[in-house]
């Protein structure tokens, strides 16, 4: 798996599309994703904002198995700000 971008990489990125899934359970915030993945182009960013704590490591997994390339997360307040470039 290649190595997550740092906190000051994440924060320059800007996404083609923010999807805001606080508030959803799992596997909501990963349904949403999915989603949205299929609205942007291939190497385009999708943020999701996920207050489940969980949405971070299911969407790195998601992404690794499906070819896109999970770019790391922030934590942002009270929710993660979690980062995807489309890979295909």
């Not at 990489?9 to 799992?26: F, M, Q, S």
């Not at 790195?60 to 999970?70: D, R």
């Amino acid at each position: 798996m290649p190595a997550t971008l740092t906190d000051n990489e994440l924060e320059t990125i800007t996404a083609a599309k923010v999807i805001d899934a606080r508030g959803a359970a799992c596997p909501g915030p990963l349904l949403e994703a999915k989603k949205g993945m299929g609205t942007v182009p291939v190497g385009s960013v999708i943020e999701i904002w996920s207050s489940d704590p969980v949405t971070k490591t299911d969407i790195g997994a998601w992404a690794g198995k499906v070819g896109h390339e999970f770019l790391g997360h922030l934590t942002a307040q009270g929710y993660d700000r979690v980062f995807v470039r489309r890979g295909k």
